[in-house]
């Protein structure tokens, strides 16, 4: 069993940067491939950006350039730089763990999620 625990969420201006981060417990959890996932009112869940063990990362066309994701093994730790936010970045922000990919469907393990606003 994996537990996932999400922080860093808020409110922020257009422009702004936050930095989430995903602590993960249970002894399995270095072997999984973590990603982060949004879901803002409305929409459907979708992929933000993903990090393997051995730091293979994979973005969405969307965070590209803006988000920077990165872990540190030794706490069990992984992170979401993001930079340059926009309004469309609001969303509920969840960490996964599982086999890796852009579906959701795919990750066994989930955080209980954490808010990102960015105002005008």
């Known amino acids: 069993q994996v537990l996932l625990v999400e922080s860093g969420g808020g409110l922020v201006q257009a422009g702004g940067s936050l930095r989430l981060s995903c602590e993960a417990s249970?002894?399995?959890?270095?072997?999984?491939?973590t990603a982060w996932f949004r879901q803002a009112p409305g929409k459907e869940r979708e992929f933000v950006a993903a990090?393997?063990?051995?730091?293979?990362?994979n973005y969405a066309d969307s965070v590209k350039g803006r988000f920077t994701i990165s872990r540190e093994n030794a706490k069990n730790m992984v992170y979401l730089q993001m930079n340059s936010l926009k309004p469309e970045d609001t969303a509920l922000y969840y960490c996964?763990?599982?086999?890796?990919?852009?579906?959701?469907?795919?990750?066994?393990?989930w955080g209980q999620g954490t808010q990102v606003t960015v105002s005008s």
């Open positions: 996964a763990a599982g086999a890796g990919g852009l579906n959701p469907r795919l990750y066994n393990y």
């Open positions: 249970g002894g399995a959890s270095r072997g999984y491939v």
């Open positions: 990090i393997t063990i051995r730091w293979d990362t």
